[in-house]
């Protein structure tokens, strides 16, 4: 049974870019998650998806962005990017988003220069 | 807003002995995860505690969760050096899937 993909693995953009992210859940899996991972905040929730809603958001600007589709893939985007922006960004892929477990994917490490 | 803290955020110890992880948080859940995360790697789920009073283990690590504490506990039974890492705890609040994550415990486990 394949894993949660994410893709890039690794990515370098230029400050005020913008960049997306593609996550692929595990087959049967309709609820998405995102997070970000830095040295200083931790790992921070940015948004869930079920079913091609977004069902839960965290405290991100409105420049992070994110969307699911019926095939239940889902995709971040990130508009003007940042310095602070750079992280390891992971996606997190459940059955149910209710007292099941969810499993992460291998993250994509953004840098910003 | 819920919060969740890790005590201690760093643990070196020796290859043998024991330790205990305690992750405490602020607010209801009766439902917590535990993560290992290995350097530059993502995350590898351990434990899934759904009630007061869950206790799962695995080889030399068992996790437990009192919801009327507030409280749960990663023991390390005889650790050796492979357990060496760092393991979040994380709460899922009532409303759905959002983890709120600890700040980690980096654990180096040392011959």
């Known amino acids: 049974k394949a894993g949660v993909t994410q893709t890039p693995r690794y990515l370098i953009k230029t400050r005020g870019q913008q960049v997306t992210l593609s996550c692929s859940p595990i087959s049967g899996h309709r609820s998405v998650s995102w997070y970000q991972q830095t040295p200083g905040q931790g790992l921070q929730f940015l948004f869930e998806?079920?079913?091609?809603?977004?069902?839960n958001k965290g405290n991100f600007p409105g420049r992070f962005s994110g969307r699911q589709f019926s095939n239940s893939r889902s995709e971040m985007n990130v508009s003007t990017l940042e310095l602070g922006d750079s992280a390891l960004y992971l996606c997190?892929?459940?059955?149910?988003?209710?007292?099941?477990?969810?499993?992460f994917g291998q993250g994509t490490r953004l840098t910003v220069v | 807003e819920l919060k969740v803290e890790q005590n201690p955020l760093f643990l070196s110890m020796q290859e043998g002995k024991n330790y205990t992880i305690y992750c405490n948080y602020s607010t209801t859940s009766d439902r917590l995860y535990w993560y290992r995360q290995d350097p530059g790697k993502s995350l590898e789920s351990l434990f899934v505690l759904l009630s007061n009073g869950a206790v799962k283990q695995e080889g030399r690590l068992m996790a437990s969760l009192d919801t009327k504490a507030r409280l749960s506990t990663l023991h390390i039974t005889a650790a050796v050096h492979d357990l060496s890492a760092t393991y979040f705890c994380?709460?899922?609040?009532?409303?759905?899937?959002?983890?709120?994550f600890g700040e980690g415990t980096q654990l180096t486990v040392n011959p």
């Open positions: 994380a709460v899922d609040e009532a409303s759905g899937s959002r983890l709120t």
């Open positions: 997190a892929s459940a059955w149910d988003s209710r007292n099941t477990e969810a499993f």
């Open positions: 998806y079920f079913s091609e809603t977004q069902r």
